[in-house]
């Protein structure tokens, strides 16, 4: 087997206009590798137009409900959460209808009752920033859909709209050993919080 460095090499030495198909399943396996290129590099932009080709992202409205909440399920499932899917429902409808959330889909081009992913995001604001804040508090990909750099441009899409509301940054937690996201996060210009160490107080019904 070569080595992946030697695969990078032989991949960005091609011609584009003469074995693009291997070179994009080859960045496509290894996730959202073209987010760390050099943006101005052809190959990147190759490799973005070609995999944004194949999907669309678009904000959830209340008529996404039926195709949102199977896969909101199984990302509260993958998580330990028991999957209520009527609740669950329930719960996006509330957020939906009360604009307390945006919901963003990742929709394949050819079919429109096709869920790639999704992302949630919730509104909060800085004292002493005195500007709103965009809390990133969901995005999972479907199973079949991963490796296709959807959650890279998910969260492509959620920056946009943060900078287009004036949000003075994008926060977004996830666990410590979960080295994939980390990296994904870290690739998109996430940096780890060392300032400040966020506590939880758990509220009970007692």
Known sequence: HLSLRRQRQMCIRDSPKR???????????????????????????????????????????????????PLFVKYREFYGALPYP???????????????????????????NKLLGFCQLYPSFSSLSLKRVWILNDIYVAEDA???????????????????TNAVRLRVSTSSNNEVARKTYESMGFREDTEFKNYVLPLSDD
């Open 146 to 164: 991963r490796r296709q750099l959807v959650a890279d441009n998910l969260m492509r899409t959620a920056k946009k709209m943060a900078k287009e």
């Open 19 to 69: 074995d693009f198909a291997r070179r994009l399943r080859f960045f496509a396996a290894l996730g959202s590798i073209a987010t760390r290129l050099p943006e101005s590099s052809n190959l990147c932009r190759h490799i973005h137009l070609k995999l944004r080709a194949t999907m669309r992202i678009t904000q959830a409205t209340l008529e996404h409900l039926d195709l949102l909440t």
């Open 86 to 112: 009527d609740s669950s429902r329930a719960f996006l409808e509330k957020r939906l209808r009360r604009k307390e959330s945006v919901i963003y889909l990742a929709l394949a081009d050819d079919d429109s």
